[in-house]
């Protein structure tokens, strides 16, 4: 519990620099949006730190998974830095990234630095704890974050003998975060909605939509990385990228698919949006994270489910504003096969009043993104169906 605590507090901190730089960088490529021709030059920084410094961390969340199942090394203290850098340097030059990765990442690595000599059952609570803390303390959400350390590692399966460190750790990381004066983005509150067979047929309807939409963008964010991989020297793979993604968006005469995207997403619950909105930023995260720049998927998710949920509005015979907290919601879950971590993200920043829906929303997705996920090094504990019952145990990124 010390332990879980002094890692909550680490967390917390280093989140809360995060984003204080983050909304500075944001601010800042606001205002000087020629800086997006400077992306292919910040890809071949980032490209290079990582290829001469950081060439055993460049896996991100996936070494902190590994390192869950199967323990071999403390984590470099360094990816604190790296990631950080990375991430800050790709919203400042205009990439099409988020920011959980790199939260997730420093709380793991500043957990795994007080778990050195703790045996290996010990050291795999507090790296699941440094995971919580991250995630709690950059979206100001300590129950989902909280259970997205239990749920995240291991599909299909919660490991509840981490439950105590992975609760303290997020609660006291998003109070520290807090504490430093650090605010989050606020989302309307959803309006209670009565219960009838249109409105669960379509909300089953819009979940699946919200999983496939998860599924597709895994398999391609996963698909441009390999054909980048193709590239014998790694540092030119994110310089080619960045050239791809700023010339796309030059063409397209708009930076509104740039860093987070979080002004899009609050407009997305304020009146229905066009379909190219979540197709657009579908497609340029991933060719920005497949190509190598750091960042996270998770922000992006939400803006590509808000903006899918909204655009829903014109065909479905629900509100917009609780289809795109239904999109906000679901696309992460089919993404990261964390169902129950995102429904009690729904309900801290929307309220309680559409919790059927959001859990509707959330469970449909996660089953129809499949045996899929944004992060390879998800172990399948328990197929989603008994049909798949002979896919327990294999890595989603095999």
């Known amino acids: 519990m010390l332990l879980a605590g002094l890692v909550g507090a680490l967390a917390g901190t280093a989140s809360a620099g995060f984003l204080i730089s983050l909304e500075w960088v ?9 800086a997006l021709a400077l992306l292919p030059l910040g890809g071949l920084l980032v490209g290079l ?29 360094r990816l604190v830095p790296l990631v950080l850098g990375g991430t800050l340097l790709t919203h ?34 507090l790296l699941i704890a440094g995971m919580s803390a991250g995630f709690a303390s950059v979206f100001g959400t300590p129950l989902a974050g909280a259970v997205f350390g239990l749920e995240v590692y291991l599909l299909g399966a919660v490991r509840y003998e981490a439950i105590l460190p992975s609760f303290l750790a997020a609660v006291l990381a998003d109070a520290v975060t807090r504490a430093w004066g650090v605010g989050h983005t606020h989302y309307p509150t959803l309006a209670a ?5 249109a409105g669960l047929g379509a909300a089953v309807l819009a979940g699946g939509l919200f999983g496939l939409a998860a599924r597709g963008f895994a398999a391609l964010t996963h698909a441009i990385s390999k054909l980048f991989s ?35 997403i609050v407009e997305a619950f304020q009146h229905q ?19 190598g720049f750091k960042g996270g998927e998770v922000t992006p998710l939400f803006f590509i489910g808000a ?30 096969n964390t169902p129950l971590a995102c429904l009690l993200m729904g309900l801290e920043l929307f309220g309680v009043q559409a919790g059927v829906y959001l859990a509707l ?38």
Request: net charge positive; glycine share 14%.
């Open 26 to 34: 944001t601010a800042w490529r606001t205002t000087h949006p020629w």
């Open 49 to 77: 730190a990582y290829h001469y410094f950081g060439n055993r961390v460049v896996k991100g969340n996936n070494l902190i998974l590994d390192e869950i199942h199967r323990p071999s090394d403390t984590i470099p203290l």
């Open 92 to 125: 400042l030059l205009g990439g099409s990234a988020g920011r959980e990765g790199t939260a997730v990442q420093m709380g793991g690595a500043l957990a795994d630095q007080l778990a050195r000599w703790l045996p290996r059952r010990e050291r795999r609570l």
């Open 193 to 197: 909605l009565p219960l009838t067979a």
């Open 230 to 264: 193709r590239l014998a020297y790694p540092p030119l793979r994110p310089v080619v990228g960045g050239a791809l993604v700023a010339g796309a968006m030059w063409a397209v005469g708009t930076m509104r698919y740039a860093g987070l995207g979080v002004p899009v």
């Open 273 to 291: 949006l066009g379909a190219q909105d979540f197709a657009l930023k579908l497609l340029l995260t991933a060719l920005t994270l497949g190509a």
């Open 307 to 336: 903006a899918l949920g909204s655009a829903l509005a014109g065909v479905l015979p629900l509100p917009v504003a609780l289809l795109a907290g239904m999109g906000f919601v679901g696309v992460f879950a089919g993404a990261a």
């Open 361 to 398: 929303a959330c469970v449909v997705a996660y089953l129809f993104s499949g045996h899929t996920g944004i992060y390879g090094s998800q172990v399948v504990g328990q197929a989603k169906h008994p049909l798949f019952g002979r896919l327990a145990g294999r890595r989603l990124g095999r």
